[in-house]
């Protein structure tokens, strides 16, 4: 979906295709058809747009085989979907039993992963469609934070080097921009725009941004309105992705712990912050938490992403209220200060009483349908998709 900013930027909405399970080309093209247009046609849209998740080895088929490509774009084109971002973060495996950590490897001190990150760009350009200014592909930020020494710190700026040469080579070969945003996430080296900033400075900003996911923003309790003033005026917001965290007013309560309990699952890595005066303590999962490493004291909010227009029952609520300020922040002055907008709830399958498939799709258009009336809210309009 698109829709027009008051001064003119296009901004294309998505929803982001990691919640799915596919490590093959024919897994991608089946949920074209399962998922991504079902929810285009609960929403009513001639054409909707996915942020696609496309795993290591399907990446490597596309960019080797044309004949796969043009598939992959005619699917696409089929079945009313427009293709403008990629998220890269993920490399392999992501439906794994247990992913946790492994979700950072490769991380950018290791080739692979540009190698990877280029190859999307690669793949992007070719699925961009004609009128799209740019493509967007997000990625980790950098790395988990530990271990890291000077000589992994050299590697990693040499391969953000190698990634700006390469985003420059594909801009003039095929006389597209795609540009790579890299995602502060709570437990790596960069958790905060503050660290975005400070770890980033001297990148290429023609090709190398931010993408800020405004769950991580909140469980970083960094406050949106000033977070984001400060991040868009030293490095470009490549891309957003609209997301909610899990909050707690009272975590040493029994019930909230109840509750809280029922979202400790083993699959994902679900980092938590206790909000205090001098920067939020921190454990790396919420089984630890729970377990005493946080004393509930004070607010906690953990990384688990929730379906961004419903309300966690009592004593919990998302981080709705945050989403809608820094969409605002970025969306709602007289400059857009992005242009992507993915819905990330990449958790619906292991979410308490996770839905069926057809839940699914009414659970992924109810987000999209969400976002959409905030951002139109926001002063955008709707833009027809040629």
């Known amino acids: 979906m698109r829709l027009r900013h008051r001064d003119g930027t296009t901004v294309h909405l998505a929803y982001c295709t990691n919640v799915h399970a596919a490590e093959d080309l024919d897994g991608v093209l089946a949920q074209l058809a399962r998922y991504g247009e079902p929810v285009r046609e609960r929403l009513g849209a001639d054409r909707i747009g996915l942020g696609l998740w496309l795993a290591a080895p399907v990446v490597t088929a596309l960019a080797a085989d044309r004949s796969a490509l043009d598939l992959l774009r005619k699917e696409l084109d089929l079945r009313g979907i427009e293709v403008v971002t990629l998220n890269a973060f993920p490399y392999a495996g992501f439906h794994a039993p247990t992913v946790k950590k492994a979700v950072y490897r490769p991380d950018w001190t290791e080739r692979p992963r540009l190698d990877h ?53 594909l801009n003039a070969d095929t006389g597209r921009t795609v540009r790579v945003g890299f995602e502060p996430e709570p437990g790596c080296l960069i958790e905060t725009t503050g660290q975005a900033v400070a770890r980033l400075a001297g990148a290429d900003p023609e090709r190398l941004g931010v993408c800020v996911d405004t769950c991580h923003l909140a469980v970083a309790f960094e406050e949106p309105g000033p977070a984001l003033t400060r991040l868009a005026a030293a ?24 509750a809280l309990a029922a979202f400790a ?61 820094a969409l605002t922040t970025l969306l709602g002055g007289p400059t857009a200060l992005t242009d992507h907008v993915e819905v990330e709830t990449y958790t619906w399958p292991v979410l308490p009483g996770a839905p069926d498939g057809g ?16 951002l139109t809210a926001l002063g955008l309009t709707e833009e027809s998709t040629p």
């Not at 912050?273 to 906690?300: F, M, T």
């Open 235 to 258: 490095l470009p917001v490549v891309k957003t992705q609209a997301s909610c965290a899990v909050h707690a007013d009272r975590p040493a309560d029994p019930a909230a712990r109840a």
């Open 117 to 169: 990150t280029l190859a999307c760009a690669r793949v992007l350009a070719e699925l961009l469609p004609p009128d799209a200014a740019r493509g967007s592909v997000s990625t980790l930020p950098l790395a988990w934070r530990t271990p890291w020494t000077p000589r992994r710190d050299d590697l990693a700026r040499r391969h953000l080097d190698l990634l700006s040469q390469g985003l420059a080579a």
């Open 265 to 325: 699952e083993r699959r994902f890595l679900h980092q938590t912050r206790q909000a205090a005066p001098g920067g939020p303590s921190a454990v790396d999962d919420l089984p630890e938490a729970l377990g005493g490493a946080l004393n509930g004291d004070a607010a906690w909010r953990i990384h688990y992403h929730v379906p961004v227009q419903r309300d966690l029952p009592p004593p919990l609520r998302s981080t709705r209220p945050e989403l809608v300020a």
């Open 359 to 374: 839940g699914l799709v009414d659970g992924i258009a109810g987000e999209l349908a969400w976002t959409r009336s905030t």
